[in-house]
């Protein structure tokens, strides 16, 4: 448990405070005291304002005066000392592998478990599902690293350009989440005045994740040449400094979503060293100057040549993956790449986090959307929904209409529901009647909710109400894209899951609730990590190489607004029932 000294400002929240001094908390909700999730122990009750009502739903009142809050809440009204419990979203399962081979059985599914950027050795899977062993003559070797900035996660890897071999993995938990959980919450953040510091808090992560890759690399043979990033566009606005403003309300306007290429040390606001001219060069006199990204005195930012000691020369080049829209970024172009999809191959692809997004191949062209499926499906916005971390329960099997049998992650204790549990525990209210068509829990459950862990987990209405809007969307915006492509279920040959959350989702039971077409039956197919194989790809692809460019793929993906598109409208009501 972290204890902090805080200084009292006026009518600012403890949270707000954490924020100032660059602590990290999570607080899906950005603050609003919905989510019930950024708590803190505080040691002195008395100096701070009464508890809220919201804050008495939460804590039981022995809780309470033992000085547990939401610091979202609490106006501390003098200096004091507050305690941060152990941060679980630094132990979020985050999918690192992309799967080649179609053959989904449990026990080539892989995944990292991060504890605050953990660092993995594998050995590079080819095309032809093989893996190469890892023989690399590092002295020989050019590194790469690609990059996917996910909204909750961050995964990496460190890739010999030599050979193609990824060397090694790293993740991290997205800290901006102390921003929200969602990117529509960063968005508002950003346009309210925390820009900078959802940009320093990105930033960080990222050469976090540099240094731990290199870590214990020989520095007189490492060569990083190139780094490439994807991401969503919001994520990818806010690592470069970007106004958010026009992503934030229609028509939502990115303000680039071209490739960008650019150094390490111009992403920093890292500086170049010069030095005076004439006498003073020769006399040694020199001074240093530059110009940060923003164009400010980059020494005042306290920028160092190489910032964050990750190792990486300040010249090595970075390139970022272009997007196509507001709310399909880079990170599905990537994806695209990743998969090998080509729009004469009747294929779909489907990401489904904070955002769902979604790709159709329609003969010549792609074509493209995004739903606001909200945070459900990672844990936000659920009364007991958390991260992928150890304990959370992961699958769920409801005997009669009492025994729900739940399996969680490390076989822990459980202490809350991640979204494949989610989607298990909705599967099962639903086959069992316990929830009706139109969502309405059952008696004697309705007030309460269901007992998923008596005394401990409870699936409420409101979550119900979380997980119908989330599944309506998907499934709906899936619907589109064939009605406006004139491309029936019968046609589509291969339907690519992109995610940790694919990966672990029990597919039947995701068509059982009608989060996905019952049409696309028998097409699903989990692949991973598609975004951070794309990027891979970008680093080691040759001219000769007969996959699709990023560019290319960006330039032929024509997005759908189905905001504007009624039978979205009508498609989303259908779907919002259970059949």
């Known amino acids: 448990m972290k204890r902090i000294f805080l200084q009292k400002k006026q009518n600012k929240t403890i949270l707000e405070l954490l924020r100032e001094q660059g602590e990290y908390l999570d607080a899906p909700c950005s603050g609003k005291g919905t989510c019930g999730k950024c708590c803190i122990i505080i040691e002195e009750t008395r100096k701070t304002d009464p508890p809220k009502q919201r804050e008495k739903e939460v804590f039981t009142e022995r809780e309470l005066e033992e000085g547990w809050r939401l610091s979202c809440m609490t106006v501390p009204t003098d200096d004091l000392y507050v305690c941060i419990p152990e941060i679980r979203e630094n132990q979020i399962q985050v999918q690192m592998e992309f799967v080649r081979n179609t053959k989904m059985e ?103 994740l540099a240094e731990t890759l290199l870590a214990g690399q020989d520095e007189n043979v490492l060569n990083v040449s ?24 229609a028509p939502f306007t990115p303000v680039n979503l071209a490739p960008e290429d650019m150094t390490w040390g111009e992403l920093n606001g890292e500086y170049e060293e010069t030095r005076e001219s004439g006498d003073a060069r020769e006399s040694g006199d020199a001074k240093e100057s530059g110009v940060a990204r923003d164009g400010s005195d980059a020494r005042e930012h306290g920028y160092v040549r190489e910032c964050g000691h990750t190792g990486i020369n300040q010249t090595t080049k970075v390139q970022i993956m272009p997007g ?151 499934c709906a915006g899936l619907e589109v894209l064939l009605q406006k492509s004139n491309i029936s279920h019968e046609q589509i040959k291969k339907v690519y899951v992109a995610g940790g959350f694919g990966m672990g989702l029990d597919m039947e039971k995701a068509l059982g609730i009608g989060l996905l077409p019952i049409g696309l039956r028998g097409k699903l197919t989990p692949v991973g990590n598609s975004a951070l194989e794309g990027a891979a790809r970008c680093l080691t692809h040759s001219k000769e190489s007969s996959d699709m460019q990023p560019q290319e793929i960006a330039a032929i993906s024509h997005e759908i607004n189905l905001a504007d598109t009624p039978e979205f409208q009508e498609l989303y009501l259908k779907h919002m029932q259970f059949c």
């Open 106 to 208: 449990s026990d080539v599914q892989a995944t990292t478990v991060i504890c605050e950027n953990k660092i993995e050795d594998r050995a590079q899977i080819g095309s032809d599902g093989e893996i190469k062993p890892e023989n690399m003559d590092t002295e020989k070797s050019v590194y790469g690293i690609a990059i996917d900035i996910g909204t909750t996660t961050l995964a990496a890897e460190l890739i010999s350009l030599t050979d193609g071999i990824c060397l090694k993995t790293a993740s991290s938990v997205n800290h901006q989440r102390a921003y929200g959980a969602d990117v529509i919450s960063r968005i508002r953040a950003a346009a309210s005045g925390d820009a900078e510091k959802l940009r320093e808090s990105i930033l960080k992560d990222v050469r976090n």
């Open 226 to 249: 190139k780094i490439v990033i994807a991401g969503n566009t919001t994520m990818i606005h806010l690592l470069l400094g970007y106004s958010c403003v026009g992503l934030g309300a």
């Open 324 to 474: 196509i829209s507001a709310f399909v970024g880079g990170d599905i172009t990537a994806g695209m790449m990743g998969c090998g999809m080509r729009p004469d191959k009747c294929e779909m692809l489907i990401d489904i986090g904070t955002n769902g997004e979604m790709v159709l191949a329609a003969g010549d062209h792609f074509l493209v959307s995004s739903v606001a499926a909200g945070p459900a499906f990672e844990g936000g916005n659920i009364s007991c929904g958390m991260p992928g971390v150890p304990g959370a329960v992961c699958r769920a099997v409801l005997f009669g209409k009492n025994n729900m049998v739940t399996k969680t992650i490390g076989n822990k204790p459980a202490i809350g529901l991640c979204g494949t549990g989610i989607i298990d525990v909705m599967y099962e209210l639903v086959r069992h009647h316990i929830v009706d068509t139109q969502g309405i829990l059952g008696e004697p459950w309705f007030e309460k909710g269901f007992p998923v862990v008596p005394g401990k987990i409870y699936f409420t209405q409101e979550d119900i109400r979380q997980v119908q809007m989330a599944k309506a969307a998907i």
